[in-house]
């Protein structure tokens, strides 16, 4: 009986890790900022260069390497593994801050919180292999707090949820979310100051 509610628990956090995703949370938040600040037209114009440019490329990266058996798994939960993981989407990042500059002559303030915590993540990982899902679900939380702080708070919920299903899977020590945690609560709350510092220097 125990063995197979531990089962049960195994297979309800496996679905919420893997729904829960770095990409899944993020291709979420991009969705609904889409629908919420921008008409159709407008949203498709926003969110394909993202797609095209970040999501897909970093998905077949992915897959690719894991049908090669460079990497182990999808979430990449070996430490080793993961320094070309981080690479890799660091590179992408930086070529769609550099489109976005070329096309509308300023800088995604988003997406360069978004390669600053990835650059947090793999200097982390040098010393311990921080949660990614943790991290990038606080973050992710925070990115929703700022549209509205109802959603952000359910995020943040999800992220604490999130955190758990990591220990649970065996993925990552409880320290090792703590510190996915705490690096995405730093450079969150400089996200949340920044954002809120330029809207009231707009309405100034």
Not at 53 to 76: E, S
Not at 82 to 87: A, E, G, L, S, V
Not at 113 to 120: G, H, M, N, P, S
Request: net charge positive.
């Amino acid at each position: 009986m125990e063995g197979k509610q531990t089962s049960l628990i195994q297979k309800i956090s496996r679905i919420i890790s893997e729904f829960f995703s770095p990409l899944v949370s993020l291709f979420l938040f991009f969705i609904y900022k889409s629908i919420l600040e921008y008409s159709l037209q407008d949203s498709i114009i926003y969110f394909l260069p993202i797609l095209l440019i970040i999501i897909l490329p970093v998905i077949i990266w992915l897959v690719w390497n894991v049908k090669t058996g460079r990497y182990t798994n999808m979430d990449v939960s070996n430490r080793v593994q993961r320094k070309t993981f981080y690479i890799f989407t660091a590179t992408c990042v930086i070529s769609y801050l550099i489109f976005h500059y070329i096309k509308n002559g300023s800088i995604d303030f988003l997406m360069m919180f978004i390669l600053v915590l990835l650059f947090a993540l793999q200097i982390s990982n040098f010393f311990i292999k921080s949660s990614m899902h943790t991290a990038f679900n606080v973050f992710v939380a925070a990115l929703f707090y700022s549209l509205d702080w109802r959603i952000g708070i359910i995020w943040l919920g999800i992220a604490i949820l999130v955190g758990i299903t990591r220990v649970i899977l065996k993925r990552h020590t409880v320290k090792e979310v703590f510190m996915g945690a705490g690096i995405a609560f730093v450079i969150s709350f400089i996200y949340l100051y920044c954002t809120i510092h330029f809207q009231h220097s707009n309405i100034l």
